[in-house]
Structures are given as structure tokens and as C-alpha cells.
């Protein structure tokens, strides 16, 4: 998945890292979409079900300067999500919204790469999670966001299964302890 996403976003490449946008990947192709974000009242509620959701991490998503955008990543078509780090912006894809599951794990893990661009430590990432094989900076913020989804709430990891010694690291990491 890793790899497949990075070769999907490879047009736009982040100054900092090299790694643009983390996505994640959509079984489905575009000919699939629902059509659920048509109506703009529908849309109201559908953010407002997003934003929940990123309140209840507890970490304070508005005051970074992080915002929701409903729809595919115009740049890079069909993921379930995208955190589009230029613009820290956050991208929900309409196959996002199958079930209230995999909304909650989609908004959560896309969450977790914006806190984790805001913390600066890629190097400190890499380190973290080369102790369970992710040894570049990519794999490394896909296993850190699942992790850090399950700290907060979400259920499973699309890149892994977060083993409860990482998901302890997440919460510590999150919490500002990086000794
Ligand atoms: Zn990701």
C-alpha cells in the first residue's frame, strides 16, 4: 500500500520530506463513488460527522490550522483519504463514509499525519518504528498514524496491525514525551 501511494502521489513531492501526501487506498475505482456529496445541506452534516470525529482525538486540530475537505484528492483520485501537507488540508473521500468504522479510521489516521507534520521529528519517527521494520520516513508515518488512530479511538490499521508496544509509544509521543 505503501508503495502504491507513494507512486500515486509522486507529482508532488513536499519540500521537506520528500513525502507529499500520505493516502490511503481505495479498493474501489472512481467509477464506484457514491453519490453522497451532492447536496450542500448533505454536506453540512457529512463535515460536521467529520469533525466529531477529530474532536474526539482530543488533540487541537483547528487551532494548527488543519481543515476538512470532503471529496477525492483532485491531484490523485480515489483514496479513502488524504492528508495534503502544502495546504494542511485533509481529504475525505466519499468511500470514507462506507460505515461509521471505517469513516472513524480514515478521519483519525489522516488526523495522526497532521499532528505528526506539526511535531517536525522525522527523523525521531524513522527511529521509532525501525524497531518493527519501517525504516524510511513513508512506512514510518503510515505505521505512527495507525498507531496513533488506535490511541484515539480508531478500530484496526489499514498498514498494520499496531501491537500494543507501539500503540503505547504513539500515546507517549502524542502526549510530548520523546525520550
Ligand atoms: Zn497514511
Known amino acids: 500500500m505503501r508503495l502504491a501511494a507513494a507512486v ?10 520528500g513525502w507529499p501526501v500520505a493516502a490511503l487506498i481505495a479498493g474501489a475505482g472512481c467509477w464506484a463513488v457514491p453519490k ?6 448533505d454536506q453540512a452534516g457529512l463535515i460536521a460527522r467529520v469533525e466529531a470525529i477529530a474532536d474526539s482525538s482530543g488533540w487541537g486540530w483547528r487551532a494548527a ?7 477525492f484528492y483532485p491531484a490523485d483520485c480515489c483514496h479513502w ?7 494542511s488540508v485533509i481529504w475525505i473521500g466519499p468511500t470514507a463514509f462506507e460505515d461509521q468504522t471505517r469513516l472513524r479510521y480514515v478521519v483519525l489516521h489522516e488526523l495522526a499525519h497532521a499532528w505528526q507534520y506539526r ?8 527511529t521509532d518504528y525501525t524497531a518493527w521494520g519501517f525504516t524510511t520516513i513513508g512506512s514510518a508515518l503510515e505505521a505512527g498514524a495507525d498507531c496513533l488512530a488506535n490511541v484515539w479511538g480508531a478500530a484496526g490499521g489499514h498498514y498494520w496491525t499496531c501491537p500494543a508496544a507501539a500503540r503505547a509509544l504513539a500515546a507517549r509521543r502524542f502526549s510530548g514525551d520523546w525520550r
Open 8 to 17: 500515486g502521489a509522486g507529482v508532488v513531492v513536499g519540500a521537506a520530506t
Open 36 to 41: 453522497l456529496f451532492g447536496d450542500s445541506r
Open 65 to 71: 490550522g488543519v481543515r476538512f475537505s470532503l471529496g
Open 81 to 87: 483519504g488524504v492528508y495534503e501537507s502544502a495546504k
Open 119 to 126: 511535531q517536525n521529528r522525522f527523523a525521531e519517527f524513522i
